[in-house]
């Protein structure tokens, strides 16, 4: 019987980790107050003139309110139906459209911000005729900023392109998209977060996927390294990493391969005891630093060593795929420290490396 107890208060506590560590795994995207997970009423109200524009027309609008339930917050987003809408001082017509279910749609709100409107439907009157516009299968309406950032109340900031949906005039009199922008505050509740944020990854590859493995660029452009007495180019060159970690602060990952070619002269890079060629780090901010590299060159006939340091040397700026609608470039201008070789002198306290490196493993990378 002795036994059967430990047995089960193992199994207690072991339900308990369980418990525990799923819970710690499933941060909610939205916390009122922060760290607390939020569901219930969210209230917002236009704080700035809305502006709603068409083919034909430009319409005002001084006054608007929402009001939705959450009713759905986890770890990948928060939904929410709306329940009310209404704008109030519009320079014409215009009115929103309840759905069969009682709703104007719903709201998603997203860790990274982003706002995403479904099935919602206004209609407006512009030049004799109603047209209807409204947020799709899923229409991104604008971003999220919450009161840890604003210091205050949150605000969704509308910035959107809504599609025609019918009306009695043609996509053609109504035009096939209507823009809406203005800025709401949120009132209910006061106080409004994001917490999955600050969980993301720094590199997310498809975007929203962590990622972890190879990561592979290629000079772009023409490098340049320069020492007291010479400026070597270069080509052709390729870097190679592993990424290992990937947290909410940065992703590491060692060089395992760094090579140059055509150079003006020789210009080799020194493999580390650990078979490496030193470390990158790249944080959420798109900095990247380099770590325990070491590059030799021959300068007016010396041999002279630089690289990076074992604390850290910041080598240039990732610009992810989400900005270059392409591949994920790096830009390195970097001041590499002397580290040896047979003469300070001649080579110099500081040598500088320039150039443009394309991402080409993984083909989509981003910051999240």
């Known amino acids: 019987m002795k036994h059967l107890k430990i047995i089960g208060l193992a199994l207690v506590a072991a339900a308990a980790l369980m418990a525990c560590a799923g819970s710690a795994s499933a941060a909610p995207t939205l916390t009122s107050p922060a760290g607390t997970e939020y569901t219930g009423t969210l209230t917002l109200s236009g704080s700035s003139s809305m502006l709603f524009q068409n083919t034909f027309a430009n319409m005002t609008c001084t006054g608007s309110a929402i009001s939705a339930n959450i009713s759905t917050n986890n770890e990948t987003h928060a939904s929410a139906s709306i329940m009310t809408l209404s704008f109030s001082g519009c320079s014409a017509t215009f009115d929103p459209l309840k759905n069969a279910d009682g709703t104007y749609g719903s709201l998603t709100i997203k860790p990274n911000g982003e706002v995403f409107v479904s099935n919602m439907r206004i209609t407006k009157e512009a030049g004799g005729v109603h047209c209807i516009f409204g947020g799709s299968t899923s229409t991104k309406l604008g971003t999220f900023t919450p009161s840890s950032t604003t210091g205050k109340t949150a605000v969704l900031d509308i910035s959107a392109s809504l599609p025609y949906l019918g009306g009695t005039g043609s996509s053609f009199t109504c035009g096939s998209t209507a823009t809406w922008s203005g800025t709401y505050t949120v009132t209910t509740p006061d106080d409004l977060n994001l917490e999955s944020a600050a969980a993301a990854p ?27 007495f010479a400026n070597v180019t270069c080509t052709a060159s390729t870097m190679v990493g592993n990424v290992v970690l990937n947290n909410e602060t940065h992703a590491s990952a060692p060089i395992t391969a760094l090579s140059f070619g055509n150079c003006s002269t020789t210009t080799d890079p020194l493999q580390n005891g650990d078979g490496f060629f030193g470390s990158l780090t790249i944080n959420q901010k798109g900095e990247v630093f380099g770590f325990n590299s070491r590059v ?29 609608e392409k591949t994920a470039v790096l830009d390195i201008s970097a001041s590499l420290p002397y580290l040896g070789g047979t003469s300070s002198f001649v080579c110099g306290s500081i040598g500088t490396w320039t150039g443009r490196y394309t991402v080409t493993t993984p083909d989509v990378l981003n910051l999240a």
């Open 202 to 228: 720094a590199l997310t590859s498809p975007e929203g996927t962590a990622y972890t493995g190879t990561i592979e660029a290629t000079a772009s452009s023409s490098l340049l390294l320069k020492a007291t």
């Open 296 to 324: 030799t060159m021959v300068a007016a006939g010396a041999h002279c060593i630089f690289g990076t340091s074992g604390s850290g040397t910041k080598l240039g700026t990732l610009t992810p795929s989400s900005v270059t």
